[in-house]
């Protein structure tokens, strides 16, 4: 993402939402994010949180503070959006 980002002239701006994503993710998972679903086999609960037209997907343990980022996604209205950024 950020390396198509630079291609477009926008690699600073997407490296710092990215930043201040993991940021949040790191010192507020909770409070930042909104709680989508209980994934109960797993003890885990999946949150969504936007960031600056940046859609950030990820899940929290119920116990365990331990955070897993599964996609950040450009929305309608950011240069990225409609670009595919799965491996």
């Known amino acids: 993402m950020v390396a198509r980002a630079h291609a477009r002239g926008i690699g600073p701006a997407v490296e710092r939402s990215v930043a201040y994503i993991v940021d949040r993710l790191i010192n507020d998972p909770r409070g930042w994010g909104d709680p989508i679903r209980n ?39 950011h240069p990225l959006f409609g670009e595919n950024f799965d491996v």
Request: aromatic letters at 12%.
């Open 39 to 77: 994934l109960r086999k797993a003890g885990q609960i999946e949150y969504q949180g936007r960031y600056n037209r940046l859609l950030a997907v990820y899940t929290l343990h119920e116990r365990i503070p331990l955070v897993f980022l599964w996609r950040i996604i450009p929305q309608e209205g």
